[in-house]
């Protein structure tokens, strides 16, 4: 399982540890992945996806999973988020008509 958020493509970073001597040493800044259950209104059942804490903020300021799916960039998306974006944008065309 890679560390890489589904939703914004956020993944590890490098840098440095610092020392109060200034030895530096390499380290990794990895992101905060957490497992959820996202609802969607759309499918009528919850998504589970590996997301950063700070997606999961975008998603609650966005209005819900749908909201944050229909106006994200497909190049950020994981294959199972582009997957759950067409299956939402498949049942809203859907219910419109």
Do not use: W
């Not at 914004?8 to 800044?29: C, D, E, I, Q, Y």
């Not at 998504?47 to 229909?70: I, Q």
């Amino acid at each position: 399982m890679s560390r890489r958020c589904e939703l914004t493509g956020k993944g590890p970073m490098s840098g440095h540890n610092v020392s109060h001597a200034n030895n530096k040493t390499k380290r990794r800044f990895l992101p905060n992945l957490q497992d959820v259950s996202l609802q969607s209104e759309a499918l009528g059942r919850a998504v589970k996806l590996r997301v950063s804490s700070a997606a999961l903020r975008s998603v609650d300021h966005r209005g819900g999973l749908d909201a944050y799916l229909t106006r994200a960039k497909d190049e950020e998306l994981s294959p199972a988020a582009l997957k759950v974006k067409k299956e939402i944008a498949k049942a809203q065309a859907a219910a419109e008509a």
